[in-house]
């Protein structure tokens, strides 16, 4: 089993930015694709952004690509998700989660362990 804990959410101001962190326990997940996802009040989970296990290949949003960044340090079992230029729309509940299966579509379903979220709130 896999255990993922993020940190790092908070309150900011637009342009701002925040490092989300997400820790992995339990079980290494050095060899899984990792991924963030966020949900805000009443609307759908949405993806973010990908990272595959040995950070050779990264895949954004349209709606973060250039402003965030993903990263992970396997030898911490730790992924990061910098985020900079921060909007009021990107308020939400940002979780990691660890990759099982690619469908390529970056679904959710393609993904089978999840962290509790960490919030990020952006005021204007």
């Known amino acids: 089993q896999v255990q993922l804990v993020e940190s790092g959410g908070g309150l900011v101001q637009a342009g701002g930015s925040l490092r989300l962190s997400c820790i992995a326990s339990?079980?290494?997940?050095?060899?899984?694709?990792m991924g963030w996802f966020r949900q805000a009040p009443g609307k759908e989970r949405e993806f973010v952004a990908d990272?595959?296990?040995?950070?050779?290949?990264?895949y954004y949003a349209d709606s973060v690509k250039g402003r965030f960044a993903i990263s992970r340090d396997n030898a911490k079992n730790t992924v990061y998700l910098q985020m900079n230029s921060l909007k009021p729309e990107d308020t939400a509940v940002y979780s990691c989660?660890?990759?099982?299966?690619?469908?390529?579509?970056?679904?959710?379903?393609?993904?089978?362990?999840w962290g509790q979220g960490t919030q990020v709130t952006v005021s204007s």
């Open positions: 989660a660890a990759r099982t299966v690619y469908s390529g579509t970056y679904n959710f379903n393609d993904y089978s362990y």
């Open positions: 339990g079980r290494t997940v050095s060899s899984y694709a």
């Open positions: 990272i595959n296990w040995n950070s050779r290949r990264t």
